[in-house]
Each structure stands twice: as C-alpha cells, then as structure tokens.
C-alpha cells in the first residue's frame, strides 16, 4: 500500500473504528499481531480527534518505522476479509495448521480470538483474585 496522504489516513481510522464499533468479528480474521498492528498505528479503539490521530502517527512512525509498512499488509489481509465476505455473505473459515514442528511438537493455531487493545483493570483484578482464591484453596488441603 502507498503511503497515505493524512486524509487517507483519517478515512482509514473512520472506517476502522466504525467496524471496531460495529462489526468487530471481521477483527477476530486476523491474528493477533495483525490486529495489534492495526490498534497501534490507526487507533479504531479510540474516540480521537483528527489533529490528535495525525500526531499519534508522527510519534508512532518516529518511533517504530516498520509499523506503516505492517499495518498496510495488516489492512490488506482486513480488506480480502471483508470482500470475502460480502460475496459469500459470510466470512471464510481461518486456515488451520496441522502437522508438527520442526522440533517434533504438534502444532495449533489458535484463531478467532479479539484482541484489546487497552488492559481492562476490572477484568485483570477479577483474574488475579481467581489465582488468589485457587492458591489459597490449594494450601489448604
């Protein structure tokens, strides 16, 4: 993908985060990498102002040069999702790996997962005291 003029790149976190807001199973597509790519560089989580959006990409391209280049393929791969989609009227199913490893270990690949891209402090104090309870059940035997 060409790099994107500002205007392109403002219509591109529109159109991201109204499918984050929307439709965010078409997310679920990617790996987790590729959706962390697309959080980091055009923000679709965040209610941001344009003038902001353009800054955050100055300092993330300052930053991690590569992340540009990353979210192109990132987008790319979203975008067949989508086309997909709309002429099958449903998402086509994520390839599975099968087989083992060079090392001789079986091999699964995981998909359909949605990443966050912020930490939810709710979610990760209710883990925490889950591990708490677990532990202090097992001393007490």
Same mark, same amino acid.
């Given at each position: 993908m060409p790099r994107l003029s500002k205007k392109e790149y403002w219509q591109w976190h529109v159109k991201l985060r109204w499918l984050w807001l929307n439709h %965010?199973?078409?997310? !679920?597509?990617?790996?987790? @990498? +590729? %959706?962390?790519?697309?959080? =980091?560089?055009? %923000? &679709?989580? !965040? =209610?941001i102002s344009r003038e902001e959006l353009l800054a955050h990409r100055k300092a993330i @391209? +300052?930053?991690? &040069?590569g992340l540009p280049h990353q979210a192109g393929w990132a987008l790319r791969d979203l975008n067949q999702m989508i086309h997909r989609y709309a002429k099958a009227r449903k998402p086509a199913p994520a390839p599975v790996t099968n087989g083992r490893g060079k090392s001789g270990a079986k091999r699964v690949k995981v998909t359909g997962s949605l990443v966050r891209p912020e930490i939810d402090p709710d979610q990760m104090a209710r883990v925490l005291w889950k591990i708490v309870e677990r532990k202090s059940k097992l001393h007490d035997l």
């Open positions: %965010q199973y078409f997310y !679920k597509y990617l790996s987790p @990498t +590729k %959706q962390w790519i697309l959080h =980091d560089f055009f %923000q &679709p989580s !965040k =209610d @391209t +300052k930053e991690r &040069p």
